[in-house]
């Protein structure tokens, strides 16, 4: 399935890339967000609790960053494996671009899933996503909205670490594809 | 006695139940101490099983057993079978590729049993397969049926090459190329039947018991044939010889073919119950039912048909690419084959016909037979080609297929595809169809929808099919498994009460009434004096099944010749209470009377005195009055109609809306015209699912089931459908002592060709692939700028 969609964030291009890549303010910003772990430089996996209905479940979903060209674009693809439930993998691209005051968010994703999610198919899960994106991107508008100045730009190498550590709206957007597809399973099964 | 006799409409015995809620069917039956399995299904469409780690769900709680590929093979419990394994052009069996209960080294269809947790209750065995750790490489998948045979398709086994099954052909390929060769006009046709999920109401489920004591398997299982399930689960998965396997089908909630096959849950369930020494159930939930119940149809063809220039037809070429899923299911060979190739004569005198069908393997569930198996995709053909030609000859589609119908003295009549249809009047039966329809009025009512905004199209379908199936050694001789005849058991009880044992099981189709009121014209005694036994390997001598509408031609049969045995003994036991010769018996309504006296004795009179022989002739026959027959059929039967269709599309919308359905058909002799119309009633609802909203659709890169719940695969509703207006014309079938033909598959035959061919009339295209959507049929009225002016 494919999404695509954009974000009109108050805020400069700078400021939108460095809070994206503040791992606090996405942990606060993602539903249900436990923890997310690094794995190595451009990997990561994240523990996530969804509450679909009634229903309540944690995932795991590991996620990977690539073409890193700050403050302007990344990729990302995550893949979340479901056992009987079947799978889902996602990739997406994420580009920020200036916008008079503010920062214009696109993003594209396409994801894959497969088995039982494959069943329940787009209606279910399309809605669902874009539901999990609204309230990422609410949340990530307030949040940023408080912030005041940009923290100075740390020494190189913690930039260059801090940047990888982000996990974008957009690998949420993805991620949240194939963790809603998921708990969507439980759901229905 | 007329009013439960054959002909009248008596309601339904078995509705009592089921409307109650009181049918017992396999979900409902729960053997003491019985554990649940749930299957673990590959979620993908082409992958290799590097392995399978089940440590972590072996410990999961209330877990009895695991089982994954190799282990049923362990216990020499082997793999699902075909059982009509035909034969190709070039003189080769069609390739059957193994196919393990449980995958082993590659998984061939999403969907495909990975392993089977067995756990003390469903929800342990569900959490259970969660842990199971799978470590799949995936594989490209050869997904659409037009493109299995390319070069470059993904192979999907080894032992077909190319994904070539088999490359059938009937007919005389050199005479049809003649014909097309002096053709006047030639129709050319390319079409897709769809591909159909069964979705009957009922999922699937099975309960295998094993008892210690006597060393013997009970499988309780939602299965059309039990007997069948019994030969194939014994003689070829091993799990138990057939005299120490009793296989129970109770009340089937529907199942048009879908219960047919043997499949793998069946067999684990009865093979693992012996193993953890406990009753183990199995039930499909309905997102599971999609992906492993048998699919049908999907075909996709190229069609010809030449005809000169007053438009007689001259010859009929198709080639069809037929599509059989990841694996063959048990008669898979035979549907896309003998019986789809056999019925390309329709109701025409064509003098030449040659149909190619090559079968394809792809990396879908199985296809096998539903409703009409491979006889409404013939009728789908010729019925499409006959119109199309019309339209293009500037020939009324009527008086095209008058022009070329069989005529009423040409019985028996010998097609150029192998059949000889026995009998029938098809003049007559499109003329009363024409009549019913008022066929005569309805360009003013296309003049008054025009006025209306509305587009009107009528349609014809003259279909016929080849049921009753079949004598077995034509069955034989086309590579089907068994034989094909039906049993029967006719028991007088010594209170004068009738119990009948059938070997042709219900699906639902009223065999409880039907078959009583045969039983009861016959024999004379009141129809609820009769009960009609089925279903059971333990109660019924011995059964083939039913499909192909031949439960009543042939199950019927032999309930009439049993019937004829228990009334040949009831003579002799009459003449002796009445102290006459036997000769000088005869039987009427009940009674066995002396010609010519008023000496008579009652049946249930002579029932009594068979078992309590105190008067009876014991140096010359035995007690008792309970006969035996099997009955195995002479021919085919070939119950043919003509249904009518008219609709109305908004050229807005694209939203067809059918505004009249005329059935008339022939089924020969009607036993209750209340069941049968119910049948057409039926069928015809499953057709136009077809033809207008049912296709199951694959992500043709991955294989993944799109359709695989009711938000993305539409089942007609009662608004989808008008309120049908039957009729009957009844030509006895010559070869049966019924006179019947069989009247279950018939709807879903003829109703997508008339559907479609009314939709294309009304909106002045060709023709459209089905299912024929709103949105399809909009974009067809946009390109052939057919919508009236605003």
């Known amino acids: 399935m494919n999404m695509t969609g954009e974000y009109r964030i108050a805020a400069p291009r700078q400021a939108v890339w460095d809070a994206l890549n503040d791992p606090d303010i996405l942990k606060r910003c993602i539903p249900g967000c436990e923890e997310f772990v690094k794995t190595s430089d451009t990997t990561y996996e994240a523990t996530v609790t969804t509450r679909i209905g009634p229903v309540k479940t944690r995932f795991t979903g590991a996620v990977t960053l690539t073409d890193i060209d700050p403050p302007n674009s990344y990729r990302m693809n995550g893949e979340g494996k479901g056992g009987a439930a079947g799978f889902a993998r996602g990739g997406a691209k994420v580009t920020l671009t200036e916008d008079g005051e503010g920062t214009l968010l696109s993003y594209e994703v396409e994801a894959k899933v497969g088995g039982k999610l494959a069943q329940l198919g787009g209606r279910i899960i399309d809605p669902a996503a874009k539901k999990l994106a609204n309230e990422f991107f609410g949340r990530f508008t307030e949040i940023l909205g408080a912030v005041e100045a940009p923290a100075p730009v740390p020494v190189a190498e913690e930039a260059a670490e801090k940047r990888v550590l982000g996990l974008s709206p957009l690998v949420w957007a993805a991620g949240a594809v194939i963790i809603l597809a998921l708990g969507l399973l439980f759901y229905f099964n | 006695m007329a009013e439960t006799g054959i002909g009248a409409a008596v309601r339904r015995k078995e509705d009592y139940r089921f409307l109650t809620g009181r049918g017992r069917y396999t979900d409902d039956i729960s053997r003491p101490g019985q554990v649940y399995a749930y299957f673990l299904r590959s979620p993908h469409a082409h992958a290799t099983l590097n392995g399978i780690n089940t440590d972590a769900a072996r410990n999961s ?11 049923p093979e362990a216990d020499g419990v082997g793999g699902l079978i075909c059982g009509w394994v035909i034969t190709d052009k070039s003189g080769e069996k069609a390739k059957v590729p193994p196919r393990p209960l449980l995958a082993r080294d590659t998984v061939h269809y999403v969907g495909d049993h990975v392993a089977v947790v067995i756990a003390e209750t469903l929800a342990q065995a569900k ?51 003649a014909a097309f060769a002096k053709a006047h006009h030639v129709t050319k046709l390319s079409l897709v039947n769809n591909r159909l999920i069964p979705n ?19 499988l309780y299982v939602t299965s059309q044939n039990p007997h069948v399930a019994r030969i194939i689960i014994s003689a070829f998965h091993n799990v138990a010889p057939e005299h120490k396997l009793r296989v129970v089908a109770p009340d089937i909630g529907g199942a048009f073919g879908s219960k047919l096959p043997v499949y793998a849950e069946e067999v684990v369930c009865v093979w693992a119950s012996k193993k ?13 039912s999609f992906l492993a119940d048998v699919h049908g149809r999907d075909h996709v063809t190229e069609a010809e048909l030449a005809l000169e220039e007053n438009g007689k037809f001259l010859g009929l070429r198709a080639h069809t690419i037929a599509n059989m899923g990841a694996y063959l299911s048990t008669i898979a060979t035979g549907t896309p084959t003998w019986l789809h190739g056999l019925l390309f004569a329709g109701q025409y005198t064509t003098p030449a016909i040659y149909v190619n069908v090559k079968g394809v393997f792809t990396h879908t569930s199985p296809v096998d037979l539903y409703r009409g198996a491979g006889r409404p995709e013939a009728t789908f053909v010729v019925e499409r080609l006959v119109e199309i030609a019309a339209r293009e000859m500037g020939i009324d589609p009527v008086e095209i297929r008058r022009r070329n119908l069989i005529p009423p003295d040409a019985f028996p009549y010998q097609t150029p595809v192998v059949v000889t249809y026995d009998s029938g009047d098809y003049a007559a039966v499109l003329d009363k169809a024409l009549e019913m329809a008022d066929y005569a009025g309805f360009e003013a009512r ?22 009753g199936i079949a004598p077995s050694k034509v069955a034989g001789a086309i590579g089907f498994a068994l034989g094909l005849w039906e049993s029967a058991q006719v028991r007088f009880n010594p209170t004068g009460n009738v119990t009948v044992f059938t070997g042709s099981h219900s699906q639902g189709q009223g065999h409880e009434t039907a078959f009583a009121q045969i039983v009861s014209d016959r024999l004379g005694v009141p129809i609820e004096n009769v009960e009609i036994v089925h279903g059971d390997t333990d109660r019924v001598l011995f059964g083939m099944g039913t499909y192909g509408s031949r439960s009543l031609a042939v199950g019927g049969s032999a309930i009439v010749k049993a019937m004829d045995k228990v009334i040949a003994k009831g003579k002799k036991i009459a003449a002796h209470t009445l102290e006459s010769s036997e000769g000088d018996v005869e039987f009427e309504a009940g009674t066995f009377k002396i010609a010519g006296t008023d000496k008579s004795v009652s049946i249930a009179d002579v029932a009594f005195a068979a078992y309590v022989p105190h008067n009876y002739p014991l140096e010359k026959l035995e007690p008792g009055l309970d006969e035996n027959a099997f009955y195995d059929p002479g021919n085919f039967t070939f119950p043919a109609g003509c249904h009518i269709c008219e609709v109305e599309v908004d050229p807005e919308t694209g939203v067809v809306d059918i505004v ?5 058909d022939d089924f020969g002799k009607v036993i209750n015209p209340m069941i049968v119309e119910g049948q057409v009633h039926g069928g015809v609802t499953q057709g136009v699912g077809q ?8 992500d043709q890169d991955t294989g993944q089931l799109l359709t695989g719940s009711y938000m993305d695969y539409t089942m007609p509703r009662a608004d989808d459908v008008p309120s049908f207006k039957v009729g009957f014309i009844e030509t006895p079938c010559p070869h049966n002592p019924l006179g019947v033909k069989g009247c279950g598959e018939a709807g879903a035959i003829a109703a997508p060709a008339a559907l479609i061919n009314a939709i294309t009339d009304a909106i002045g295209v060709d023709h459209l692939d089905m299912p024929a959507t709103p949105e399809k049929v909009w974009r067809a009225i946009q390109q052939a700028g057919t919508a009236p002016a605003a």
């Open chain 2, 691 to 698: 033809a207008l909203l049912e296709g199951c659709v694959h």
């Open chain 2, 127 to 177: 959490d259970a397969a969660e842990l199971i750790e799978v470590d799949y490489e995936e594989l490209a998948a050869c997904i659409g049926t037009a493109k299995a045979l390319d070069p470059d398709a993904p192979l999907v086994h080894a032992e077909a090459p190319g994904n070539l099954c088999f490359d059938w052909e009937v007919g005389d390929e050199a005479a049809t190329d």
């Open chain 2, 61 to 71: 709680p209330g877990v009895v057993a695991i089982y994954t590929g190799g282990d």
């Open chain 2, 660 to 664: 009249n359905w005329v059935a008339v």
């Open chain 2, 276 to 288: 953890v020494g406990r009753p183990v159930k199995w039930t499909a939930d309905r997102s599971e």
């Open chain 2, 446 to 467: 296309q003049q008054q929808a025009e006025r209306r905004g509305k587009l009107r199209g009528i349609g014809l379908s003259n279909y016929i099919e080849a049921c």
């Open chain 2, 200 to 218: 009957a109401i009922e999922p699937r489920a099975a309960i295998g018991e094993y008892d210690p004591g006597s060393d013997s398997f009970t």
